[in-house]
Structures are given as structure tokens and as C-alpha cells.
């Protein structure tokens, strides 16, 4: 693996028990000898449960399952049958992923006692490469928030400043990792939840092509735009964990043929020599409505290609803001189709009811004292907006913005000939927990910049592109800069994406 700079972890957190770095840091202490398997895993365990009380990234630790593949993994490497680079290394799994082992409660009271006869994909995929797994993370309850405090479990906090929040929905896939509890982690991104979350915690996301990635085990919050990706240190950890992830899963009907061979290849810290990249940049990545660190990280992004060749236009997005109107009633179109089998009966734990109550009051109070207020609003918007007399006039007509979304990034790789287009991944620092609670339009708009993604099916992966000073006592905030390309372009995302990170 190529060099990199070292991991950015929150220097306002303990120093013991030690941080675990990046992958390619911890496979080569377990190939040198200097490290074991069973030794990182309690090392990645006792800090978690050491910041777990502070920053709340965990609805469980995975000490048994951990335990005996942290030693199977050190028998694999005696006997010299070492699996992959990632055999050995600690992850966490985002608790909207399915799992035979342990619970899966998406962040909810509704499923708090769940537990799955399967593995999804994506996670059974890390442990045949022979991942260690040590905990699931917390989320937004059903993945549905951008900022981490809608778990039934508790908020989950900023480790570069705990009251702040993290990002959301993947809030406590990208807080273990900027925390060194894990070298990676999995999460999944409908809007924006593994993109924003990086990038306020200060690490790399990427969010795959739509079917790169099986779903299969993923907890559906809306079909047409979730997709499972990996939340690591480096590009190149990135790519490395999206290489045993991704092809086509036959449980996943929605899963692309297409296999992973073009992420086989190591990422290179410098373009080939004679290599013509054009990268587009849209007026809404330079607005004055972003804040003042997030126009300097796209500035010093800026200067960074220029100066390792690539040429940078301008190009247009003429449709990027009705993004947020569209997603927010295709997203919860789908989530209220999605979440009706958490009733009580087929899904979800079941309301008790008094005498000559009936099936009525059980839907009824299973559903209210089992979900989130966040997660019945959008239940209840997605509802109206397929409503008679709503549906033509709200989910039509999104479908429609979605479409011109997706022609507007058609359009600029093709006719601009751009390879990627560069924006934020979101336009701010991360505000204090608590602040826009109670203004669910401020929330929302969050998530301007990353929601078009999910619309147009793309890949998108986030860097960190910097930092806000703070000043005084207080810390100092990561910024993120998110990269995005045409379907199945993420092994060219991840190189240039080598170019952006902030150092």
C-alpha cells in the first residue's frame, strides 16, 4: 500500500487505551508480527468502552464474536493462509445492517430485542475476508436524520468536540473511526449519511454507484436510494474495503453485474504522467451561503488539482436546488411503504392492549410507542404525498425533478467531459447537539449537497477537506469536500480523491 498521512483522530479524546490507525497500519503490525489479531481487537474493544460513556457511538460491543474471529484470524496467519489485507482488522457495522450474531435495532425501540437468522451481504463479505467485527454503531433512528440525535439510544457525539453532533444518519460508524476505535467502518447513505458524517468527523466516506453494493440485509428506509459503503481513514482504505464488498449479489434484485476488478489496483498519490483529468466545479460549491472554512477547503481543494495537472470548469447544475424537495417526498414516499411492516405483528415489538381493544389500537400503539418522532413525521409525510388527490401532484412531479437531476450530471460528464464534480459534502461545520432540533427544514438543509446524489444512482466519496478554527478553548472542526462521477467510476473517484484530502 502506498504511504499516507497519518489518520486524522481527535486530539481532544484519551490516549489510552492506544487508537487503532488505518487499515494498511494494522495489517502490516499483524504481517511484521508486532501486533495480533486477538491483541488489536481488545485494544479496539477497551477503547470503546472507554469513550463509549463521552461520544455514545455503540448500541452494542460484539465482545464474543470479535474475540473468537480475532482468533481464528491469528491461527489463519501462523498456518500462513491469510485471507486479505483486512484479515485481523477491527470494524464496526452500521445497526441498520443485519447481522445473525447480536442485535439489529436501527437505532429504535421498535426493534430494540431484534435479532436476525442472516447476515448481510456486505458484512458477511468482511467477515469471509476475515474482519474482525466489534461493535455495531448507533444511527438516526431507521437511518432517518443528518445529524445522529434520533436514536431511541441516545444521540451520539462529535469526537473532535462532544457537543457537537457527529452527522447522520452512518453518526456512529464515522464517530468510531475518527475516534480510533475501529480503522473502518460500514454504514449506509440514502441522502447524504455516509457523506456528511465523514466529513464533519473528519474521515473518508464514499457512497457506491446505486447496486454497486448488495442491499441485501440492509433495513430498508427508501429502496430507490439506499446504498451500504465503507467509512475508513484513506482513499485507499476505501477502496480496499469497497473491493470485498461490491458485484452482484443474486439476493439483492436491484444489484449491478457489473464485478470489482477495476478496484484491484493500489491507488497512486499522483496522476500517471500525461494524464488528462477535467474536473467540474458547480456555482453552488462556491456559494457565499457556505461557511467560511468550507470555502477555504474548496479553494486549497482548488489549487491542489491545478497543481498536480488536473483542469478544473466551471460547469452547471441548473436543477441541483429543487434536490431537496425532491428527495425529501421520494425518500419518504418510500419509507412509508417501507416501515408499514413494523406493526406490532410481522415486525417490531407488540403494544399491550386493554380489554375489547382489536388489531386497530394494536397498529396504532405498537407504531407511536415504538417510533421516533423523527421517523412518524416522515411517515406521515410520505403517506400524504401518495394520498389521493397528493400523488400527481407531489411524488409525480418529483419523479420528474429527479429525472432532470440525474440529466443535469449526465450532461456534464458528457457534453462538459468532466471525470468528477467537486462540491462540499455539507455547507458547515458540525453545529451543537440540540440546535436545530426543533427546526426540521434547517436539518433538512444539510443535506443540500449530498441529496442529488442519491437521485441520479451515483458515486460520491467525501475527503476531508480541513478544518474551522475555533478559537480559545474550543476545538477546532473538520470540513469535508465530496467528489462525485458517472455510474461505476469510483476507482477514479478514489485517486482523485488522493489529490483533495486535506493533509
Same mark, same amino acid.
Request: proline share 8%; hydrophobic share 40%; charged share 20%.
Given at each position: 500500500?502506498?504511504? *499516507?498521512?497519518?489518520?486524522?483522530?481527535?486530539?481532544?479524546?484519551?490516549?489510552?487505551?492506544?487508537? @487503532?490507525?488505518?487499515?494498511?497500519?494494522?495489517?502490516?503490525?499483524?504481517?511484521?508480527?508486532?501486533?495480533?489479531?486477538?491483541?488489536?481487537?481488545?485494544?479496539?474493544? &477497551?477503547?470503546?468502552?472507554?469513550?463509549?460513556?463521552?461520544?455514545?457511538?455503540?448500541?452494542?460491543?460484539?465482545?464474543?464474536?470479535?474475540?473468537?474471529? %480475532? $482468533?481464528?484470524?491469528?491461527?489463519?496467519?501462523?498456518?500462513?493462509?491469510?485471507?486479505?489485507?483486512?484479515?485481523? +482488522?477491527?470494524?464496526?457495522?452500521?445497526?441498520?445492517?443485519?447481522?445473525?450474531?447480536?442485535?439489529?435495532?436501527?437505532?429504535?425501540?421498535?426493534?430494540? $430485542?431484534?435479532?436476525?437468522? #442472516?447476515?448481510?451481504?456486505?458484512?458477511?463479505?468482511?467477515?469471509?475476508?476475515?474482519?474482525?467485527?466489534?461493535?455495531?454503531?448507533?444511527?438516526? &433512528?431507521?437511518?432517518?436524520?443528518?445529524?445522529?440525535?434520533?436514536?431511541?439510544?441516545?444521540?451520539?457525539?462529535?469526537?473532535?468536540?462532544?457537543?457537537?453532533?457527529?452527522?447522520?444518519?452512518?453518526?456512529?460508524?464515522?464517530?468510531?473511526?475518527?475516534?480510533?476505535?475501529?480503522?473502518?467502518?460500514?454504514?449506509?447513505?440514502?441522502?447524504?449519511?455516509?457523506?456528511?458524517? %465523514?466529513?464533519?468527523?473528519?474521515?473518508?466516506?464514499?457512497?457506491?454507484?446505486?447496486?454497486?453494493?448488495?442491499?441485501?440485509?440492509?433495513?430498508?428506509?427508501?429502496?430507490?436510494?439506499?446504498?451500504?459503503?465503507?467509512?475508513?481513514?484513506?482513499?485507499?482504505?476505501?477502496?480496499?474495503?469497497?473491493? @470485498?464488498?461490491?458485484? /452482484?449479489?443474486?439476493?439483492?434484485?436491484?444489484?449491478?453485474?457489473?464485478?470489482?476488478?477495476?478496484?484491484?489496483? &493500489?491507488?497512486?498519490?499522483?496522476?500517471?504522467?500525461?494524464?488528462? +483529468?477535467?474536473?467540474?466545479?458547480?456555482? $453552488?460549491?462556491?456559494?457565499?451561503?457556505?461557511?467560511?472554512?468550507?470555502?477555504?477547503?474548496?479553494?486549497?481543494?482548488?489549487?491542489?488539482?491545478?497543481?498536480?495537472?488536473?483542469?478544473?470548469?466551471?460547469?452547471?447544475?441548473?436543477?441541483?436546488?429543487?434536490?431537496? !424537495?425532491?428527495?425529501?417526498?421520494?425518500?419518504?414516499? *418510500?419509507?412509508?411503504?417501507?416501515? %408499514?411492516?413494523?406493526?406490532?405483528?410481522?415486525?417490531? $415489538?407488540?403494544?399491550?392492549?386493554?380489554?375489547? *381493544?382489536?388489531? /386497530?389500537?394494536?397498529?396504532?400503539?405498537?407504531?407511536?410507542?415504538?417510533?421516533?418522532?423523527?421517523?412518524?413525521?416522515?411517515?406521515?409525510?410520505?403517506? /400524504?404525498?401518495?394520498?389521493?388527490?397528493?400523488?400527481?401532484?407531489?411524488?409525480?412531479?418529483? @419523479?420528474?425533478?429527479?429525472?432532470?437531476?440525474?440529466?443535469?450530471?449526465?450532461?456534464?460528464?458528457? &457534453?462538459?467531459?468532466?471525470?468528477?464534480?467537486?462540491?462540499?459534502?455539507?455547507?458547515?461545520?458540525?453545529?451543537?447537539?440540540?440546535?436545530?432540533?426543533?427546526?426540521?427544514?434547517?436539518?433538512?438543509? *444539510?443535506?443540500?449537497?449530498?441529496?442529488?446524489?442519491?437521485?441520479?444512482?451515483?458515486?460520491?466519496?467525501?475527503?476531508?477537506?480541513? #478544518?474551522?478554527? !475555533?478559537?480559545?478553548?474550543?476545538?477546532?472542526?473538520?470540513?469535508?469536500?465530496?467528489?462525485?462521477?458517472?455510474?461505476?467510476?469510483?476507482?477514479?473517484?478514489?485517486?482523485?480523491?488522493?489529490?483533495?484530502?486535506?493533509?
Amino acid at each position: 500500500m502506498p504511504a *499516507e498521512a497519518p489518520p486524522l483522530i481527535s486530539p481532544n479524546l484519551p490516549a489510552t487505551p492506544a487508537p @487503532l490507525g488505518d487499515i494498511g497500519g494494522c495489517a502490516r503490525a499483524l504481517a511484521a508480527g508486532s501486533e495480533t489479531a486477538v491483541g488489536l481487537a481488545k485494544r479496539s474493544l &477497551e477503547r470503546a468502552r472507554a469513550l463509549q460513556p463521552t461520544l455514545n457511538f455503540a448500541i452494542d460491543l460484539l465482545e464474543e464474536q470479535a474475540m473468537a474471529a %480475532a $482468533q481464528a484470524a491469528d491461527a489463519r496467519r501462523r498456518s500462513g493462509a491469510v485471507l486479505s489485507a483486512v484479515d485481523g +482488522v477491527p470494524f464496526a457495522i452500521k445497526d441498520n445492517l443485519v447481522t445473525a450474531f447480536g442485535r439489529t435495532t436501527c437505532g429504535s425501540r421498535l426493534l430494540e $430485542q431484534y435479532r436476525s437468522p #442472516f447476515t448481510a451481504t456486505a458484512v458477511q463479505r468482511l467477515l469471509d475476508a476475515g474482519a474482525v467485527p466489534v461493535l455495531k454503531a448507533n444511527l438516526d &433512528e431507521f437511518a432517518m436524520g443528518g445529524s445522529g440525535e434520533n436514536s431511541a439510544f441516545g444521540a451520539t457525539r462529535n469526537p473532535w468536540d462532544p457537543s457537537r453532533v457527529p452527522g447522520g444518519s452512518s453518526s456512529g460508524s464515522a464517530a468510531a473511526v475518527a475516534a480510533g476505535v475501529v480503522p473502518f467502518a460500514l454504514g449506509s447513505d440514502t441522502g447524504g449519511s455516509i457523506r456528511q458524517p %465523514a466529513g464533519l468527523c473528519g474521515v473518508c466516506g464514499i457512497k457506491p454507484t446505486y447496486g454497486r453494493v448488495s442491499r441485501s440485509g440492509l433495513v430498508a428506509y427508501a429502496s430507490s436510494l439506499d446504498q451500504v459503503g465503507p467509512l475508513a481513514h484513506t482513499p485507499e482504505d476505501l477502496r480496499l474495503v469497497l473491493s @470485498l464488498i461490491a458485484g /452482484h449479489d443474486p439476493a439483492d434484485s436491484t444489484s449491478a453485474r457489473a464485478n470489482a476488478s477495476d478496484l484491484l489496483t &493500489e491507488l497512486e498519490p499522483a496522476l500517471p504522467p500525461g494524464t488528462k +483529468v477535467r474536473i467540474g466545479i458547480p456555482p $453552488q460549491a462556491r456559494a457565499t451561503a457556505n461557511a467560511p472554512a468550507v470555502l477555504a477547503a474548496m479553494q486549497r481543494a482548488e489549487r491542489s488539482l491545478r497543481a498536480a495537472g488536473v483542469e478544473l470548469v466551471d460547469v452547471d447544475l441548473p436543477h441541483a436546488d429543487h434536490a431537496i !424537495a425532491a428527495y425529501y417526498i421520494i425518500a419518504t414516499a *418510500e419509507a412509508s411503504s417501507n416501515l %408499514a411492516r413494523f406493526d406490532g405483528v410481522r415486525y417490531g $415489538q407488540r403494544a399491550k392492549l386493554g380489554a375489547g *381493544e382489536g388489531l /386497530h389500537e394494536l397498529y396504532v400503539r405498537s407504531r407511536t410507542e415504538g417510533f421516533g418522532a423523527e421517523v412518524q413525521r416522515r411517515i406521515m409525510l410520505g403517506t /400524504h404525498v401518495l394520498s389521493s388527490g397528493y400523488y400527481d401532484a407531489y411524488y409525480l412531479t418529483a @419523479l420528474k425533478a429527479r429525472r432532470l437531476i440525474k440529466g443535469d450530471y449526465d450532461r456534464a460528464f458528457a &457534453e462538459a467531459g468532466v471525470s468528477a464534480v467537486l462540491m462540499p459534502s455539507s455547507p458547515g461545520p458540525a453545529f451543537a447537539i440540540g440546535e436545530k432540533s426543533g427546526d426540521p427544514l434547517a436539518m433538512y438543509l *444539510e443535506d443540500v449537497y449530498t441529496v442529488g446524489v442519491n437521485l441520479a444512482g451515483l458515486p460520491a466519496v467525501t475527503v476531508p477537506g480541513g #478544518f474551522q478554527p !475555533a478559537g480559545g478553548t474550543t476545538p477546532d472542526l473538520p470540513v469535508g469536500l465530496q467528489l462525485i462521477g458517472p455510474p461505476l467510476s469510483e476507482a477514479t473517484l478514489l485517486r482523485l480523491a488522493t489529490l483533495v484530502r486535506y493533509r
